[in-house]
């Protein structure tokens, strides 16, 4: 027994091995995440604090001045307002679409296979090609939905103030909805059957057994389904930005658009590196939070 014990050293030097093991095969990851990571963050995190523009890049520290020019900017205001009531519109939809379709796809039945990759294909597709598909599809003189709408009568501007924000939420519901489904569907894979079966011997029905079983159950993972997508659709660019380019006039721009056309067509580095930092630091305290929520579940069973 004696002879067999680890001594208290041995012990010790069999640790600093494993860690060191574990160091270096995380040394690609490590050194992949401080190039393109850290170092571009730490950048644009220290060029918040300077006066960097086009025509002026001394990059002298100008202290937070550029976060009350933003704070005092109606263009930045008005984008920030737009990008949370979209993401919080689009979400809700895609998370109940995505609920019931996940709930439909848990069944057999014909042809289940063909329609759940007809299901994925929007998320399957680059989001700029598919923005430029929309703008194809619903372009005014050569779109197939228009002259669709003309045959029925209706001649409406797709891209008019009026019409062109619930067309994005639409657009944005079709393209991410497989997401939340793929999630959900994901989560009802691994669900215990036994809980179902054990309730319907109670005799609960299918509606008190989705509300009193399947949803709580499922809760980590729908939590993790809606908080992942609304981090996503908080920072949202490309779809938008090929239809519509942020417009008519400043209607559609969201917080990313407004970022870009900030430091690349105004070319004030210095006020774009400010907005982009504070979604940073919106978004982050998120990554964390979801991060104890979906691990709970597990450590309390391991307990």
Known sequence: MTGSALTPTAVRTHRRRRSLTALLLASPLLVFAAVFVLYPLITGALTAFQASTLLDQSNEFNGVDNFVSLFKNDGFLRSAGFTVGFAVVVVAFEMLLGFALALLMNRAFPGKKLFFTLVLLPIMVAPALLGIMFRLLLNGDIGAVPALLEQFGLSVSLFAPSSVVPLLVV?????????????????????????????????????????????????????????????????????????????????????????????????????????????????????????????????????
């Open 171 to 303: 657009l944005d519901i079709l393209q991410w909805t497989p997401f939340t489904f793929l999630i959900i569907y994901a989560g009802l894979q691994s669900f215990p059957r036994e809980l179902l079966e054990a309730s319907s011997v109670d005799g609960a029905g299918r509606f008190r057994s989705l509300f009193h079983i399947v949803l709580p159950t499922l809760a980590p993972v729908l939590f993790a389904a809606f908080f992942l997508r609304m981090i996503d659709a908080l920072r949202t660019f490309d779809v938008i930005y090929v239809l519509t380019a942020g417009g008519p006039g400043t209607t559609t721009t969201t917080a990313s658009i407004y970022i870009y056309k900030t430091a690349f067509e105004a070319g004030d580095f210095g006020k774009a590196a400010a907005a982009a930092l504070v979604m940073l630091i919106v978004l982050l305290p998120l990554v964390p939070f979801i991060v104890r929520r979906i691990a709970a579940p597990g450590k309390d069973g391991a307990r």
